[in-house]
């Protein structure tokens, strides 16, 4: 009931957020908390006093590019409320925008200066306390991955493991998201649950040895419960992060108590108390499509009994590929939907592409453990580049291949009816019936009657 009436009265009713913006062009000064490249121009996200959040492009060159989270700007330009440019398109981007907090756009170009070091720290000191502290941890972040500019020379290769490791896509190409896409591994940039859940792997490995008594136990875990809060703060406590920080801070709780906690109900209670938090993010497509692909993969999970017995390495390639496949399935529909393709030969990137998230997740922790030793980081760093790079080239050469991704955009309805079709298959697998094969059938036919109608 208090989730029905949260979205009935927060969500369905969609309020903008708008401020009374001035008809003309004014001069104005705020703090950078963002940046985001494109191939022409320089987005920059800019927290204005006392609280409002504008989107502001700058024209692409040497000095829109050497701008950082912390430094100050002021520029002179029309605020004018987010809106959609591109009318064909499904994606609602001036909603998207609200939903983010932007409450305004700016087109600046190169009518704009940076501002001295001592007047951004004291605009930046007279924001409210949760802008700083996100400002904080867009600090930290933006400084750890200048680190990789001495291990890794590649500014394809850095960007990406930027990306992946620090969840810093500022200097992510539309090239590189576009052969991560196709390639079907566009998860691996956006940091999710698999990521925190590597991290967790290495904790609990490195940590095993303290486990053998009760003090040592609680000590462990209580590590392991500071590093997952710690990630998710510096790689700026996304959503995906934020419901993959819960999970797994339950997880530890549970094996605290020599408990073992039902995942489906951890997965459950971290979207609730997200959307307790913000009711709006039901209706963001990365929430959707994360908590798809985890509730997917928890489904699936009573399917490794039939493979349980194979050796081990076997064992691993086979938890992959049914990881990778009921992700993917769970989520093209709405990719679909929203975005109007799908990847063809995401099983055979994905083949590749996460063991090498494995092996650059670990060794990026490795490598900023290590920074006081630095002949052992430098070697740390070359195993980085190389990975990224090899990582690049493989989804390069899959991504290049013909057919590899088919045009396919679904509407609400043929969208309804593949979930649909999901949760009845799901359903008469887990408890054979000839009626719910039925339902199968005319959903499926539902289905194609639907899509040649809409042909």
Not at 157 to 183: E, H, K, M, P
Request: charge should be positive.
């Amino acid at each position: 009931m208090v989730a029905a009436s949260g979205y009935l009265r927060v969500v369905l009713p969609a309020p903008q957020s708008s401020l009374p913006w001035p008809p003309g062009e004014a001069t104005w000064q705020g703090v950078v908390t963002a940046t985001a490249e494109s191939p022409r121009s320089r987005r920059v996200t800019l927290h204005l006093l006392p609280d409002a959040v504008v989107q502001a492009t700058l024209k692409k060159d040497s000095l829109s590019s050497a701008l950082a989270p912390g430094d100050a700007l002021r520029f002179r330009a029309q605020i004018v409320a987010p809106a959609n440019i591109d009318s064909l398109s499904r994606f609602d981007y001036a909603a998207w925008l609200r939903r983010h907090g932007v409450v305004g756009t700016a087109f600046v170009w190169d009518r704009w200066q940076r501002l001295s070091p001592a007047v951004a720290d004291s605009l930046a000191a007279r924001l409210p306390w949760t802008a700083r502290m996100q400002l904080a941890a867009s600090r930290w972040r933006h400084a750890l991955s200048r680190r990789y500019a001495s291990a890794v020379p590649s500014d394809r290769d850095r960007a990406v493991l930027s990306a992946l490791t620090l969840g810093d896509r500022q200097r992510l190409t539309r090239d590189i998201r576009t052969t991560y896409s196709n390639a079907g591994v566009a998860h691996l940039l956006a940091l999710s649950g698999l990521h925190l859940g590597i991290i967790v792997t290495f904790l609990l490995l490195l940590l095993r040895p303290l486990g053998r008594t009760r003090p040592r136990r609680v000590s462990a875990y209580l590590l392991s419960l500071t590093v997952i809060w710690l990630f998710a703060y510096v790689t700026g406590l996304t959503l995906p992060t934020l419901r993959a920080a819960t999970m797994f801070s339950l997880f530890c709780l549970f094996l605290l108590q020599n408990r073992q906690g039902n995942a489906l109900n951890s997965l459950f209670l971290s979207a609730f108390l997200i959307l307790v938090i913000s009711p709006s993010q039901l209706l963001e497509v990365g929430f959707q499509l994360s908590f798809l692909s985890v509730l997917a993969i928890l489904l699936v999970l009573p399917l490794r009994r039939h493979y349980a017995g194979l050796c081990r390495p076997l064992v691993w390639l086979a938890d992959l590929l049914l990881m990778s496949c009921a992700a993917q399935v769970a989520t093209a529909p709405l990719v679909a939907h929203c975005f109007g393709t799908l990847p063809v030969y995401f099983l055979v990137s994905n083949v590749v592409a996460v063991p090498c998230a494995y092996m650059l997740l670990g060794g990026a922790l490795v490598f900023f453990v290590l920074s006081p030793v630095p002949a052992v980081q430098g070697f740390c760093g070359d195993g980085l580049a190389f990975l990224s790079g090899a990582l690049n080239g493989w989804l390069e050469w899959v991504s290049s291949w013909p057919f590899g991704v088919v045009n396919w955009q679904p509407g609400p309805v043929e969208t309804a009816m593949c979930y649909g079709l999901a949760v009845v298959l799901w359903w008469h697998y887990r408890q054979p019936d000839w009626r719910k094969l039925a339902l199968c059938i005319v959903l499926a036919g539902g289905w194609a009657v639907s899509g040649i109608l809409s042909l």
